[in-house]
């Protein structure tokens, strides 16, 4: 017999294609309120409807292409999370704190060598 935490998530017990079918729910919300909350994951599928098109008519392999797309989709996944982040820290507090101001510095740290991973793959698969 299973033992669950008394504080765990009612949700978690959902298992097999309903617990699928919830997921892609929760995850289209999570997509839509990142795009209507979050100015700068706008900018990214903004810039991702550009590149992603664009490095499929770069003369590149089939490895060079999907090693671009790849790279600008974790820019967008390390956005998300980011903005997960930022939102649960607002959640607990929205005071100036020297932990929040790190977890908020760290997230965006993390989003700029996402998109400096962008740049260094691109470079490196057009002129590799």
Known sequence: M????????????????RRVWNALHYSLAGLRAAFKHEDAFRQEVFLA????????????????HALMIA???LVMIVE??????????????????PLAKRAKDIGSAAVFVALLNVLIVW???LLG
């Open 2 to 17: 299973e033992t669950r935490c008394l504080m765990e998530s009612p949700h978690k017990g959902k298992t097999g294609l």
């Open 49 to 64: 409807a550009i590149l992603i098109p664009l490095a499929l008519l770069l003369p590149a392999s089939g490895m060079g």
């Open 71 to 73: 790279a600008v989709l």
């Open 80 to 97: 998300l999370l980011n903005s997960a982040i930022e939102a649960t820290v607002d959640r607990v507090s929205i005071e100036n704190h």
């Open 123 to 125: 470079v490196l698969v």
